[in-house]
């Protein structure tokens, strides 16, 4: 009894101090455990910045949208095939947006959604709230899809997950009578922001499907793009064509008259009705326009002419991205300025793909790439080249100064107009500015680059003073151009009435 005793005893003291030191080997100090909470926030946080949920959110929304799309597409397919013929009627723009003021089966032109201005001879169309998604005919498509033998594809018709114009995503539809073409208006995210290029349509930040991708008018906020804005140039976030602006007849942009250089001369046949200007990447863009005239085009579709503050927000911003510098780095090489050399000797269309920068140039690996991408990945073309642009000389992006501008002055005091960069790298150099040309509304953030890396140049009149223009051309030179192509590039020789073959412009919103 006594040894069972003393033996059951030893177990238990072995037991306790083995329990013991396993506490002790196991157990977290209070510090210990604040660390492992920290290192997992830490870990968190980064895996949120990575996925990016924003960005998630919004490719899922684009997914979503190309589903509908092709869904649409291929109902309308079905709905032909079956030997039906009535698609709705040309020149209307069938929208997946709701009149809130309509009841039943009745239509509206959607005057109160505050939709962009479309052109002469076209109408939109809108349908009730409680009839938007109908497959009957009486939904926002105006196909009978439960007339099909077989049955209806679609038990509703798909609207838009956004479905707003406040953010321009809904969706379209447009037919001539015999074909068809279904839109996505505006995706949202950088993995799908090229996908209306990819699909052959006239837009590359719209998703269209049909019969003819050549139907639907190019209206706000197809083939324009958004960009950040920055407080140092009063800049709230801002619309801004994409490509040069054109003059667009129905929906097809136009290359003729030329002006030359396969430019758009509006000085013999002014873009007013029944055309309209539009941001396209086919057409020649226009050109032979007064600052006055690009003021009001811009106007007559709800948007303004770019501004000289929102020029450098986006000339600030691209400068600032490492994949527009053929370094591969911030100030490394230098930014790529577009079609300046002369190579071939006119202005170039653009293409709808992103992905071909170098689209009608023949120096495909230098600095002729013609595209720049922005923080938000968005895609502008011809920025720093192809034609000069014009803008409003604004400062702190209010008013459009158009007084007699008093000019900076060179390192070299010529008494001529000439080419200076904006450090004092090179020679000639900008030595002092003005009030009405400050280095902070015109000059790069780094003056250490100079025209080597794609900046651009300033052209001034070398003893500075006053020699009686008053307007801003930006954008780096034209086809033919020189070192002082680049996206900071800017020339002072201009007037209020001038015009010319290698000016041209883009409208703001």
């Known amino acids: 009894m006594f040894i069972f005793r003393f033996k059951s005893a030893l177990k238990n003291n072995v037991f306790r101090q083995t329990q013991a030191k396993l506490n002790e080997q196991s157990s977290f100090t209070l510090i210990e455990l604040l660390i492992v909470i920290a290192v997992i926030g830490i870990l968190a946080a980064a895996v949120v910045l990575v996925l990016n949920p924003g960005q998630l959110l919004a490719q899922a929304r684009d997914g979503t949208r190309v589903q509908d799309i092709a869904t649409i597409n291929s109902a309308l397919g079905d709905y032909l095939a079956d030997g039906n013929t009535s698609l709705g009627t040309a020149d209307i723009v069938y929208v997946s947006l709701p009149d809130p003021t309509l009841t039943g089966n009745q239509t509206s032109t959607c005057s109160s959604l505050g939709l962009p201005a479309l052109p002469s001879g076209w109408n939109y169309q809108c349908v009730s709230a409680s009839n938007l998604e109908k497959n009957n005919g009486f939904g926002w498509i105006p196909v009978n899809f439960a007339s099909i033998t077989s049955g209806s594809p679609l038990p509703t018709v798909p609207v838009d997950p956004v479905n707003t114009t406040t953010t321009g995503n809904y969706y379209e539809y447009v037919t001539n009578g015999s074909n068809y073409e279904v839109m996505a208006v505006a995706m949202e995210s950088a993995k799908y922001m090229d996908v209306g290029g990819q699909a052959g349509g006239d837009s590359a930040t719209s998703y269209s499907l049909g019969t003819n991708l050549a139907l639907a008018p190019l209206t706000f906020p197809m083939n324009w793009i958004q960009v950040p804005g920055n407080s140092a140039f009063g800049t709230p976030s801002f619309w801004v064509m994409k490509y040069d602006a054109k003059c667009v007849s129905g929906s097809a942009p136009l290359t003729l008259p030329n002006a030359g250089n396969d430019t758009y001369d509006n000085s013999s046949q002014p873009c007013i009705s029944p055309y309209y200007i539009a941001s396209a990447p086919k057409g020649y863009p226009i050109t032979d326009i007064t600052h006055t005239d690009a003021l009001s085009y811009c106007s007559s579709i709800g948007a303004h002419l770019m501004t000289n503050d929102e020029w450098m927000t986006i000339a600030d ?124 509304e015109i000059a790069p953030p780094n003056l250490s680059w100079n025209f080597n890396q794609g900046v651009g140049q300033m052209l001034t009149y070398g003893t500075g003073g006053t020699q009686g223009t008053n307007i801003f051309v930006r954008g780096g030179d034209y086809w033919d151009g020189s070192s002082q192509t680049g996206v900071f590039a800017i020339r002072l020789d201009w007037g209020n009435g001038y015009t010319g073959i290698t000016v041209g412009f883009r409208c703001a919103k």
């Open 317 to 440: 911003n691209v400068a600032g991205v490492s994949s527009n510098w053929s370094g591969g780095s911030v100030g490394n090489g230098y930014i790529y300025s577009g079609h300046n050399d002369g190579v071939p000797s006119n202005a170039l269309e653009a293409s709808s793909n992103d992905n071909s920068g170098y689209y009608g140039e023949t120096n495909t690996g230098g600095n002729q790439r013609r595209t720049l991408t922005l923080a938000n990945n968005q895609v502008i073309w011809d920025i720093a080249g192809n034609v000069w642009q014009h803008v409003q000389r604004s400062t702190n992006d209010t008013g459009d100064n158009i007084n007699t501008m008093t000019l900076p002055t060179c390192s070299n005091a010529s008494s001529s107009w000439e080419l200076c960069d904006y450090g004092n790298s090179t020679s000639p150099y900008v030595s002092s500015y003005t009030s009405d040309a400050a280095q902070s």
